[in-house]
């Protein structure tokens, strides 16, 4: 087990405060969270309501799997997240609504077909690493770092050559402000606010969104235009029909899909693949013998589809990085009806967080919580370990669509770039985390790199 103070680097506030909220809100959540089934936020009179959270297998289960009907999305993350770009997303879909356009897309993510992409996101790790060697011997903040090669490998699984007529750049550049604002959105949301209220970065973030709303458009037009009968996720959404009602999706659905699918799908995956890193620079034992692992599987050959089943401590790795620093930190639920969970009785329209980044570092689930121990997930290990205790992406009928992609796609370059660069720390201030859509750290996550 590897130890590190910035492993856990805050203390569980007794009181909430309203900073906190808008800066890295999980302070908020207290001690008890990190014990018991559950845990109440309390109020910050007369301005934030008190919030419940959900930190126990079983009520998680129950809340995601067993009575998923009773819930739905809960109005905060709707009032945060929706936007004119991805309203009409299946993310944000319910009913009999939601299930076609999951089914829909669903095919895409068929092992098989994740297995072809091995190549693409292969190629995506090349590219950085190509850049990287060019640069040499230096220091690079692996977050940004990690985006660019996620949203390049995205693009080619949604959109195929159709990716080539988007500058990525400014793509990332407009949804940085929007993504990185989520927090003021959701404590808006809390407060019972208008969202119409400014707060720091407002007039941008919403330019970016009127922008990213017309480019994606574009891309859709573009397609539509185009013809044929690619089976990318674009292809496959374009000839969805409705099995129950004959309908096609929508201009309005397809380009709040295309992009759902180009935004949850890359930004995810680089936070967990750079938290991955960072941890691997911290733990140099580790990091060698992910190396000797990739070594043995690999040779000096490329990597092929038949290797993703044989990196198992990779793996493993990429899995007790998303225990200590989940990218989402929680999944939130509304109530559809009065309905009892447990100890809690909960009414209808109430909001509930079932919260993964406590429930990953809960003291009744994990020997020594806040250590780094890939071995936790050995398969051994693993056994009889309720599958509610680990929840990087979810559970239930809304479990992440993208999670195998995702599993696969951060084992490929994981490897790619562990057998062609060593990452070592720097120094620096203690870790400060920044908790908006995704966990990130407040300064950026910097490592030295060393081409080997
Ligand atoms: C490490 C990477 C990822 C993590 C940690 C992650 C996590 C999650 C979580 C926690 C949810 C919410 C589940 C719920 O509300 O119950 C979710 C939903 C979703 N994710 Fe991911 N995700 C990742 C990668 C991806 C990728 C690669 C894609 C697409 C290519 C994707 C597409 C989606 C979509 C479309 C939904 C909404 C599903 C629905 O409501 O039916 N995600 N993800």
């Given amino acids: ?13 007794r ?28 109020a910050v009179w007369p301005i934030l309501p008190e919030m419940r959270l959900v930190t ?10 067993a009575r998923a009907e009773k819930f739905g999305r809960d109005r905060l993350q709707v009032e945060a997240l929706a936007d004119e770009v991805n309203r009409d997303s299946l993310f944000f879909a319910e009913g009999a609504h939601w299930r076609w356009q999951r089914r829909s897309a669903t095919p895409a993510f068929r092992h098989e077909n994740l297995l072809a992409l091995v190549p693409t996101f292969a190629k995506g790790a090349d590219i950085l690493a190509d850049e990287w060697r060019a640069r040499g011997k230096g220091i690079v903040d692996v977050s940004p770092a990690m985006t660019q090669a996620t949203f390049w490998i995205i693009l080619q699984a949604v959109m195929g050559d159709g990716a080539a007529s988007l500058d990525r750049d400014k793509y990332l550049a407009a949804l940085t402000p929007a993504l990185s604002t989520t927090a003021w959105r959701f404590l808006y949301a809390q407060m019972g606010l208008p969202q119409a209220f400014p707060f720091p970065g407002k007039r941008k973030a919403e330019a970016g969104v009127r922008w990213l709303h017309r480019e994606t458009s574009r891309l859709v037009a573009e397609r539509r235009a185009a013809g044929g009968d690619a089976k990318d996720i674009l292809g496959l ?11 096609v999706m929508s201009d309005s659905e397809l380009v709040s899909n295309l992009y759902i699918f180009m935004v949850a799908g890359h930004e995810t995956a680089a936070t967990a693949l750079a938290w991955t890193l960072w941890l691997l620079a911290k733990d140099q034992r580790t990091q060698e013998r992910l190396r000797a692992e990739i070594g043995t599987v690999l040779g000096s050959r490329d990597i092929a589809p038949e290797d993703i089943e044989r990196l198992a401590f990779t793996r493993q790795v990429i899995q007790e990085s998303m225990r200590l620093f989940p990218p989402g930190v929680a999944v939130g639920r509304g109530a559809r009806e009065d309905v009892t969970i447990g100890p809690l009785d909960i009414r209808k329209g109430d909001f509930l967080l079932v919260a993964s980044w406590c429930l990953h570092r809960h003291e009744k689930l994990w020997e020594e919580p806040n250590a780094f121990d890939p071995d936790r997930f050995a398969p051994e290990k693993s056994k009889g370990r309720h599958r509610c205790a680990y929840l990087p992406f979810g559970a239930g009928p809304r479990i992440c669509i993208g999670m195998s992609f995702a599993m696969i796609e951060m084992q ?5 770039l562990l057998r062609q660069f060593r990452f070592r720390t720097v120094p620096g201030p203690r870790l400060t985390l920044a908790t908006n859509i995704t966990l990130r750290a407040k300064d950026g996550l910097p490592l030295e790199i060393e081409a080997l």
């Avoid at 087990?1 to 506030?13: L, Q």
């Avoid at 126990?56 to 799997?65: S, Y």
């Avoid at 959404?237 to 309908?247: F, I, K, Y």
């Fill in 1 to 13: 087990m590897f130890h590190d103070p910035d492993f856990m680097p805050f203390v569980p506030r």
């Fill in 412 to 416: 490929v370059i994981l490897a790619a």
């Fill in 56 to 65: 126990d297998p079983v009520l998680a289960e129950e809340v995601l799997v």
């Fill in 237 to 247: 959404l374009l000839s969805a029909r409705d099995p129950e009602t004959g309908r």
């Fill in 15 to 42: 009181r909430p405060s309203l900073r906190v909220a808008a800066r890295n809100f999980i302070e908020n959540w207290p001690a008890e969270a990190y014990r018991d089934s559950h845990a109440t936020v309390r």
